[in-house]
């Protein structure tokens, strides 16, 4: 035998359960891919403010519904990305002021520029931003995606939005998970009584109707509380459905591995319940624990999406996706301004993310399962 | 020396049915067993699906909660019931009786390290100093023959039979004087098998095991045991010495079962004893003798009797009305 | 009365089923599996072949090969299956199986009316969803020109032939009321439905207690005389092999190392791996207490095949220079014998 051989052998002998896990998550292109998407994404949670470069809450009534301009990347042959100016025009029959288009004039881009004043990470001032404009004048700027009706850049207000949306699904599962885990568990070591009263209080909440829950537990929610109050709320009352799932994943797996022959063999050993559980069952179900949250988040995503949009979870001056498609709500708005349904997109693409990856998590952590 | 004596083991799994629960009847899962073994003896447990032979070696370890009977062990010349002893009480005793089980792939947990799996009942035990642990481990995968070096590995690097003997090593770590071997080559390949039954007999000669050996392949059973015990639907139908219950059985359905199995010889095919019907349900056992529905010798008072553990001399004892009329063939001498 | 096709090959000894050189590859993500690496038999009518060997030797895979079902990865790489068939005018031409498309309308033909298969595990093998006897009449509509009720009788007759009691009534029930002895006559009665000539039983009885395997055996042989079937008898037990086969073919690791009548093979084996796995098995004559013959190491894992001879490293006889870097050739040693070991000749 090679010796090629025996050292891919021996590296196999002795990876752990974790390293197998990840050698055949790695097999998994998809997942993989979404993986990167998803860390990506998160990227833009912690650096919101830097990739976005207009002030998200700053309003223009002369920018209102500006539709999204490209980026020309080449000015007569050479890489020398700009944008066109604007110029204030006013309109004849209704007398309103507006920016309009200004195709002679170019404006160029610059990396790092200047721009609104932010902090960074909550709590180092800064005011460097990915894209800017060198010597532009004040009604000049980047529309990527349009402005909304109060002249606000989508764009920006959509990397800002990803930092609420994605953490409060964050802190969600968080809350699912140390109730799945609690009451999976003790479901299934107590039994009985225990077990029935859990199982069927989980079968209880699973088949209320969301919708109607939520609002009533919304309505609920005094409208004199801060945004940060209002935002604690809405995570615990999605939690508060969530855990359900990873509860019955939790008592599934417990159940399963009381019959395998090695808890058996440390019972017969002596091993204290205490030993059994968190040494011999806990790791063995903890992969599973991290694909199924990873599968609960998107859920996560979309009630606090869902909530926002139907305006009984987060409120404006709160940015977050659901708010942002509230504005699409209306015909009339999509018919004039269509460009105001891209805050779907990114709610799309991390939910497709999310169970690609947690599809892909599942399979390599349980290939026979 | 006596180290193991079972007297009247029951184990009944109680059969509820409707919305209420109501409690409708029993499955008599081992019912009235009793037997003993003595110090480096082997004895087998026979018998096909349910017949209670896995049950019985639960209960025995007290993995289960027998219904009724008394498990009688004696260690440094001091005889205890395990039977009605508490979870904390027993764990004194775990030292002393431990098990090989039947599925290679289950029975070591995938996320240790062999030499962890292997130190695990000594760490649970008291042996706190790591180095004491390690020295015993290396000892012990000496004695099942695998290299030390395995000590770093895990599961999923070995075969069926290798993970086995890690499974036996584990079992050893505490010293025991009683080993409950339940099926443990059936999940192998024949080649393996061997390596295995070999290695268990070797065992027993240089550490003095006791073995209840709980088979349901004959063959591996006649080279293994020194006494068989055959059960049938909860009971315990024949027990004797191997040479006398293969070569001259006393009971139906151990002459069925002997003449049920396939000799691996061309020249010696021969007219088999074919059973009829199906083995009949543990929650619903037929009236007098357990086996008359299938038996060929059945008489009325097999119908409505249930038959008592008759002795027919030299520690031969049968279940049967007939036994001592009854001339059954056997599987011929030992060669 | 046996079907003109099987009169006419029992009485010229012509193979019924002939496979030449058969090679089936796996292709995984950490390289290639030699599954079944050129292995060749004939099978002759009326007769049963027995096919040994221990796990990973290729033997459920040659079988699936042979009806065209292999899951993939795995692709049939080379080799002739060559299956004698009944033409229109009653006169026997040859087919070899790997040239048809394996989904195409004659394998499709030949899959439950030819060649019929019975699985080890019965509870896996049958769908949950539907009833005996529909599992049954399926095959038969598919392959006959009955109509249901006509469908219906037959399936009942086939389960009073596998000796299913009250089969009029156990044709409604569904597979998990049935024990595990019932469900493997069940599919035997399935594999029979279409009067197939040759019939595949991969380890019929491995997953069944000893009594009912001595019944489920008895039916099989019994089946064989009366219909003049062809079985091909898959298992890891030598003891079932003695009483059931009359050929014998020993699989290692892919490859056939021994061919020969069961006599020959338990009498006068040639291969040091026939000659070792006899030895190592237990035997109900033995004295208690007493130590087997045992194969030194393991099975090599399918991704670290041993160069040269497959058996070479726990072969006691092996020729250094010569098994560990070439590959036996089959040598013949009479009439239907054969062994793969340098042994014998074919040294470089």
């Known amino acids: 035998m090679s010796t090629d051989q025996t050292s891919r052998e021996e590296q196999f002998a002795v990876a752990t359960q974790w390293q197998l896990t990840w050698w055949r998550f790695r097999k998994h292109k998809l997942a993989v891919l979404s993986g990167l998407i998803v860390i990506a994404f998160y990227i833009i949670v912690l650096f919101a403010d830097f990739f976005a470069y207009a002030d998200p809450h700053a309003t223009d009534s002369r920018r209102s519904h500006i539709p999204p ?38 404006v160029y881009l610059e990396l ?38 109060v002249g606000r850049d989508l764009w920006s207000r959509i990397m800002v939005a990803t930092r609420i949306s994605l953490t409060i699904g964050l802190a969600g599962v968080t809350v699912s998970l140390f109730l799945g885990v609690l009451l999976g568990g003790l479901s299934a070591v107590y039994g009985g009584v225990v077990d029935m009263m859990i199982q069927r209080l989980i079968e209880i909440l699973r088949s209320m109707p969301t919708i109607p829950l939520w609002m009533g537990l919304a309505a609920a929610l ?49 091993a204290s319940q205490f030993r059994i559980i968190f040494h011999h069952m806990l790791p063995s179900f903890l992969s599973h624990i991290i694909a199924a949250t990873s599968l609960a988040l998107p859920a996560m995503i979309i009630s606090e999406t869902s909530l926002s949009f139907l305006g009984l979870g987060l409120r404006p001056p709160a940015i977050s ?49 | 020396m006596t180290i193991l004596d079972v007297k009247n083991l029951k184990k009944y799994f109680p059969i509820h049915k409707g919305l209420l629960r109501k409690l409708v009847g029993h499955v008599k899962a081992v019912d009235d067993v009793s037997f003993s073994v003595a110090r480096g003896e082997t004895l087998a447990l026979v018998g096909e699906s349910g017949c209670g032979k896995t049950t019985a070696s639960r209960c025995i370890m007290r993995a289960l909660q027998p219904s009724s009977g008394e498990i009688n062990i004696t260690i440094d010349g001091k005889t205890t019931d395990l039977a009605p002893l ?33 130190a695990e009942p000594l760490l649970i035990n008291g042996m706190d100093n790591e180095s004491e642990r390690r020295a015993r481990v290396r000892e012990l995968l000496d004695l099942v023959s695998l290299p030390t070096a395995y000590m770093n590995r895990f599961p999923h690097a070995f075969s069926g039979g290798q993970r086995q003997r890690i499974g036996i090593a584990r079992a050893l770590a505490l010293n025991p004087s009683l080993i409950v071997a339940d099926e443990p080559v059936s999940a192998l390949d024949v080649s393996v098998q061997a390596q295995i039954i070999n290695l268990l007999l070797d065992l027993q000669d240089r550490l003095g095991l006791s073995y209840l050996f709980v088979a349901h392949d004959l063959s591996v059973v006649k080279h293994v045991s020194d006494r068989v015990a055959v059960m049938y639907l909860g009971q315990l139908v024949e027990i004797a010495p191997t040479e006398a219950l293969f070569v001259t059985p006393r009971h139906p359905y151990t002459e069925a079962l002997l003449s049920a199995v396939p000799k691996p010889d061309p020249r010696a095919r021969q007219e088999r004893i074919i059973l009829s019907r199906e083995v009949a349900d543990a929650a619903n056992p037929p009236s007098g003798c357990a086996f008359h529905p299938r038996c060929s010798f059945a008489t009325d008072q097999c119908k409505s009797e249930r038959p008592q553990l008759q002795d027919v001399g030299q520690g031969h004892q049968v279940r049967c009305h007939h036994a001592r009329t009854l001339a059954l063939q056997g599987v011929g001498p030992s060669v | 009365m046996p079907p003109i096709l099987m009169v006419d090959l029992m009485t010229t000894s012509q193979p019924l089923l002939s496979v030449k050189n058969l090679k089936t590859y796996f292709a995984l993500d950490d390289g290639v599996v030699k599954a079944v690496d050129g292995v060749s038999f004939d099978i002759h009518a009326g007769r049963t072949l027995g096919i040994v060997g ?12 042979i009806l065209g079902i292999v899951d993939r990865p795995g692709r049939i790489e080379g080799g002739e299956i060559w299956l004698t068939r009944q ?74 032939m596998v000796g299913v009691p009250k089969p009029e009534r156990r044709i409604d029930d569904y597979p998990f009321q049935l024990s595990g002895g019932l469900r493997q006559r069940v599919m035997i009665a399935m594999a029979l439905a279409c009067d197939p000539h040759v019939l595949i039983a991969d380890e019929p009885t491995t997953a069944l207690d000893v009594t009912t395997q001595a019944q489920v055996l008895n039916l099989l042989q019994t089946i064989q005389k009366e219909r003049s079937l062809s079985v091909i008898l898959i298992t890891h037990d030598m003891g079932v092999i003695a009483e059931m086969a009359d050929d014998v073919v020993v699989m290692y690791l892919g490859r056939a190392v021994e061919r020969g009548p069961v006599d020959a093979i338990f009498y006068d084996p040639k291969h040091p791996y026939t000659k070792a796995l006899l030895r190592s098995i237990p035997s109900i004559t033995a004295k208690p207490r007493t130590k087997l013959a045992t194969l030194e190491g393991s099975i090599p894992h399918p991704f670290a095949r041993p160069k040269g001879c497959p058996f070479h490293p726990r072969c006691a006889e092996a020729i250094k220079g010569v098994c560990d870097s070439h590959e036996p050739v089959s040598i013949a040693q009479g009439e239907g014998r054969d062994v793969s070991c340098f042994l014998y000749g074919g040294q470089p």
């Not at chain 1, 100016?85 to 195709?103: C, E």
């Not at chain 1, 799309?348 to 998590?361: C, P, Y």
């Not at chain 3, 439950?112 to 509509?141: C, D, R, W």
Request: charged residues 20%; negative net charge; hydrophobic residues 45%.
């Open chain 1, 321 to 369: 996706w659901g708010i942002l498609l509230q504005d699409a709500q209306n015909i009339e708005t999509l018919a004039l301004a269509p460009w105001l349904l891209a805050a779907a997109v990114p709610v799309i693409i991390i939910i497709l993310a999310f169970n690609f990856l947690g599809d892909g998590l599942r399979d390599a952590a349980d290939p026979y399962g």
């Open chain 2, 86 to 118: 508490e979870k904390s009480e027993l764990k004194l005793f775990r030292r002393h009786m431990q098990m090989v089980f039947q599925d290679p792939f289950s029975s070591l947990n995938p996320r240790m390290m062999v030499g962890d799996l292997i």
């Open chain 1, 222 to 270: 005094p409208n004199t509380w801060t945004v940060i109050q209002v935002y604690l709320a809405i995570t615990i009352i999605i939690s508060f459905l969530g855990w359900t799932d990873l509860a019955r994943v939790v008592r599934g797996k417990f159940l399963a591995l009381r019959n395998e022959d090695f808890i058996a063999a440390a019972e017969l050993a002596g």
């Open chain 3, 54 to 65: 221990e796990s990973g030797c290729g033997k459920s895979i040659t079988a699936r090969t």
């Open chain 1, 69 to 106: 301009q490209t980026i020309h990347f080449f000015d007569d042959g050479a890489f020398k990305p700009y944008v066109h100016g604007l110029t204030q025009k006013r309109d004849l029959r209704t007398f309103k002021l507006s920016y309009q288009i200004d195709p002679d004039r170019k």
């Open chain 1, 112 to 149: 790092f520029a200047e721009g609104y004043r932010y902090n960074l990470f909550g709590l180092i001032p800064s005011s460097t931003h990915l894209l800017g404009l060198k010597n532009a004048q004040p009604e000049d700027g980047i529309f990527l995606l349009g402005t909304d009706l």
């Open chain 3, 87 to 160: 033409a229109e005018d009653g006169k026997p031409y040859q087919t070899d199986l790997l040239t048809l498309p394996l989904e195409g309308p004659e394998m499709r033909a030949i899959r439950g009316k030819e060649i019929a298969l019975v699985f080890q595990e019965p509870m896996a093998s049958f769908s949950h969803y539907y009833t005996v006897g529909n599992q049954i009449m399926e095959s038969i509509l598919l392959h006959t020109a009955l109509s249901e009720e006509g469908a219906r009788q037959r399936a009942i007759d086939l389960l009073g």
